[in-house]
């Protein structure tokens, strides 16, 4: 069973950057596009970007300035950077799994981490 | 406001049936795209409930099924039970956006 898992601080300051990983286990991250989804409290999903197993990536037109998504295959973890981060972008954040590229969809979820922007 | 609309809300009694409709346009689910649903339990992460249309992950009951028509998705619940009261989202791809889109959520209520 594919099981994920988000780590990463829980509060960051207005203007720096936001670092979170993901650590999968139960499966190889080397077959499979892997996503960040948020979700503001109390609001809905907003997808962040994805990155393939080919390396590529694609990434929500309204944050692709300041996000970077990168996979570590030795440690089977990947990773959100945001950079320059406001209160809007205080949200639960959740790593995903895509079973297929492009056009598609998330099967396994992490249980989310709240990052809270705040001094 | 997302590019995918949803009712914020629905309601039925147990053993009801229900639906939940998204509407897109001609730029992602009237482009072709698949529509995918999620639901969302109180204070979980969103879990898998309908991918392509109309197929369900392992483990989803038949209870829970998809359609497709023009622009638009429904998911429907069958015989609605205390548990399926939760949060349920909609998900495309926007060729126009270059990104994946998600439906604002729809609250369902077990009367």
């Known amino acids: 069973q594919v099981q994920l898992q988000e780590s990463g601080p829980g509060l960051v300051k207005p203007s720096e950057t936001l670092s979170l990983t993901c650590t999968v286990s139960?499966?190889?991250?080397?077959?499979?596009?892997w996503s960040w989804i948020r979700q503001p409290p109390g609001k809905g999903l907003e997808w962040i970007g994805y990155?393939?197993?080919?390396?590529?990536?694609n990434y929500n037109p309204s944050l692709k300035s300041r996000v970077t998504i990168s996979v570590d295959t030795s440690k089977n973890q990947f990773s959100l950077r945001l950079t320059s981060v406001t209160a809007a972008d205080t949200a639960v954040y959740y790593c995903?799994?895509?079973?297929?590229?492009?056009?598609?969809?998330?099967?396994?979820w992490g249980q989310g981490t709240l990052v809270t922007v705040s001094s | 406001q997302s590019v995918l609309t949803q009712p914020p809300s629905v309601s039925g009694a147990p053993g009801q049936r229900v639906t939940i409709s998204c509407t897109g346009s001609s730029s992602n689910i009237g482009a072709g795209y698949d529509v995918h649903w999620y639901q969302q339990l109180p204070g979980t992460a969103p879990k898998l409930l309908i991918y392509?249309?109309?197929n369900r992950p392992s483990g989803v009951p038949d209870r829970f099924s998809g359609s497709k028509s023009g622009t638009s998705a429904s998911l429907a619940i069958a015989g609605l039970q205390a548990e399926d009261e939760a949060d349920y989202y909609c998900?495309?791809?926007?060729?126009?956006?270059?990104?994946?889109?998600f439906g604002e959520g729809t609250k369902l209520t077990v009367l």
């Open positions: 995903a799994r895509n079973p297929c590229g492009g056009d598609c969809y998330s099967d396994y």
């Open positions: 139960g499966g190889s991250i080397s077959s499979y596009s």
């Open positions: 998900q495309s791809y926007d060729s126009s956006l270059s990104t994946w889109v």
């Open positions: 392509g249309i109309n």
């Open positions: 990155m393939s197993y080919s390396g590529s990536t």
